[in-house]
């Protein structure tokens, strides 16, 4: 079974917009229940329905008894354009994404995977990108072989954001961060600007001293410079 919540936001600072919060029947939420952050931006289907936009994602609900399967809940956030704005610029400015890269090391030991989640905007004809996290990890690997260490590296950077960069060391199979809240946005198709990310892996096979590296990209665009 699943269930339906939605919720009418106000963005006033942004769009000048109005809204209400209301419960399917025999619910009950408030107006604060869901959270139109960036988390919920980048992990969300969004449309334009009936002149309005219309953002929505699923998560996992806990089951009620102990013998009830998983549910399924639905979140979904309506935002209704005012008379000096319309639904495709609330659209073009809160476009949200996210990029997925896979490779394999040059032995076929392990694949390494990541993905990048981002945020859009429009200001003054310009286009404007920001990361909002970064997941991944390895999979697939060789029995006899042993991930000694891990490097990410995060960045979105342009010539007026260079500080904009910083480095992770994941220690399990698998990652997921979030990028500080105090990063700007970066111009898109300037001149030099980068925006991904360069995830490697140190391993050996058994119980050999020798070790070898590899290490992928994942960018949404790179003019800039590489963070390998």
């Known amino acids: 079974m699943k269930k339906y919540v939605s919720a009418f936001l106000a963005l006033l600072c942004i769009f000048s917009l109005s809204a209400i919060a209301y419960a399917a029947p025999g619910e009950t939420t408030a107006p604060d229940e869901i959270v139109l952050d960036r988390n919920f931006l980048s992990s969300s289907d969004m449309t334009e329905v009936d002149g309005n936009v219309v953002l929505t994602r699923e998560i996992a609900a806990a089951p009620r008894t102990r013998s009830a399967a998983a549910e399924c809940a639905r979140e979904s956030v309506v935002l209704i354009p005012s008379e000096t704005s319309s639904a495709e610029e609330i659209m ?100 030099l600007y980068s925006v991904g990310s360069y995830y490697e892996v140190t391993m050996k096979r058994g119980s050999s001293t020798g070790s070898w590296k590899y290490g992928m990209s994942n960018f949404l665009d790179l003019s800039l410079a590489s963070f390998s």
């Open 92 to 191: 073009e400015n809160i476009d949200t994404g996210n990029k997925y890269e896979e490779e394999y090391d040059n032995t076929l030991s392990v694949k390494l995977y990541t993905t990048i989640y981002y945020t859009r905007k429009v200001e003054s004809g310009k286009k404007y990108l920001k990361l909002a996290k970064v997941s991944g990890g390895i999979s697939d690997k060789d029995s006899v072989v042993t991930i000694t260490s891990q490097l990410l590296r995060i960045g979105c950077a342009d010539r007026l954001t260079s500080s904009q960069q910083l480095e992770r060391y994941p220690t399990g199979s698998s990652f997921s961060y979030s990028i500080p809240a105090n990063w700007k946005y970066v111009e898109e198709n300037s001149t």
